[in-house]
């Protein structure tokens, strides 16, 4: 088969896998929009100039070696209630991605500007746009909507979409059972409740922002918090600055980076040690929430950098559980580090799992589906 090139534009950096039959080119670009862009390709690294995505990509395909692609494949992060599945992108798709932008101002307007570059790049190879709430399209109403207005939400798209659906859908295809809670745990984190293999509920809501403490966001908040700190002479964007970028494990313990705070807390930090307490509490609020909503929970996945690598936290989130069911082998929660495949490390009723995701590869697959 032809390879498939995967594409993550962010703001100012661009993560890019060509992905073929026999081997897989890892690359990334950083500080886009600058005189000393940095590449790191294939275990090589060089520094030059990238004054936008168009110049990272061009770059990009300077160092990837191909006689024609399948398809290039996009993370995008928000696809609403339009774009359930992978796309194809022309025009009118190109459009309705940006006209979601207001939904995810910070993620679809880059990823919209790593598909316009390759669209001019790569004329004659289709591209493909994957979303991130696509997964999530199953989601019933009776825990989609929130309790506003109905004219108002639905003038503004106010509703639960969710995130991570690429990488829950890759865990869910790879655990092979129906009946998951899923705890996809990085920098940004979220647990998701699939039923009969669909998800059925998920933490994060109309943004990324809700749910699980994360590295630099909030998580779940009182709506009135906004309003009293605007009450208290701050603006809506210092507000939104706060909650997405100086909040969670930052803001509790002023490191976002979960190694730095088992550090501090080693070192008897005790904002660093309440911090993990909250972090591992909220994953534990919603494991319960979720065990109510899909009946017959066959196994707790744990993903994603933070979810595949840290015993620690896995124990914290699980030893307080063993009366729903929940119950950890010790030893193989521990040797259950940076593992290539699923790996089970439960002993009770509900199997407890770590599947190392891989959304690169799920986009691929996609990808090349839907082509």
């Known amino acids: ?221 009182d709506p009135a918090v906004p309003f009293h700190l605007i009450r208290a002479g701050l603006d809506p964007a210092a507000i939104e600055d706060i909650l997405t970028k100086k909040s969670g494990l930052r803001g509790l313990a002023g490191a976002s980076d979960m190694r730095a705070v088992r550090e501090k807390a080693a070192n008897g930090d005790e904002d660093a040690e309440r911090a993990l307490d909250v972090y591992a509490y909220r994953i534990r609020k919603y494991i319960g929430a979720f065990l109510a909503v899909v009946p017959g929970v066959q196994a707790l996945v744990f993903t994603a950098g933070v979810g595949e690598n840290d015993w620690r936290l896995r124990a914290e989130v699980c030893g307080p559980l063993s009366h729903l069911g929940i119950e950890l082998d010790e030893d193989a929660n521990r040797a259950a580090v940076g593992v290539g495949e699923p790996t089970s490390i439960g002993t009770g009723p509900i199997q407890v799992l770590v599947i190392p995701t891989d959304e690169e590869s799920e986009i691929a697959s996609q990808a090349a589906a839907v082509v």
């Open 1 to 221: 088969m032809k390879p498939v090139l995967v594409v993550n534009s962010g703001s100012s950096s661009l993560k890019y896998q060509l992905i073929s039959e026999n081997r897989t080119i890892k690359g990334l670009i950083e500080e886009i929009g600058s005189d000393h862009a940095r590449l790191r390709h294939d275990g090589h690294e060089e520094t030059r100039a990238a004054k936008d995505h168009d110049d990272a990509l061009a770059w990009m395909l300077e160092k990837l070696e191909f006689d024609e692609l399948l398809a290039v494949g996009h993370r995008v992060v928000h696809g609403g209630t339009k774009y359930t599945g992978p796309t194809i992108v022309d025009d009118e798709v190109e459009a309705g991605i940006e006209e979601l932008s207001p939904l995810a101002p910070l993620h679809n307007p880059v990823n919209l500007a790593g598909i316009r570059a390759l669209r001019k790049l790569l004329p004659d190879v289709p591209q493909v746009a994957v979303f991130d709430t696509a997964f999530h399209a199953t989601i019933p109403a009776v825990a989609a909507t929130y309790a506003l207005p109905l004219d108002l939400a639905e003038t503004h798209g106010i509703r639960r979409y969710g995130f991570h659906g690429t990488s829950c859908q890759y865990v869910t295809r790879r655990a092979n059972l129906d009946n998951l809670i899923i705890c996809h745990l990085g920098n940004g984190a979220s647990a998701t409740a699939v039923r009969d293999g669909r998800s059925v509920d998920t933490s994060m809501g109309l943004s990324p922002l809700e749910g699980l403490v994360m590295g630099t966001r909030s998580g779940d908040l």
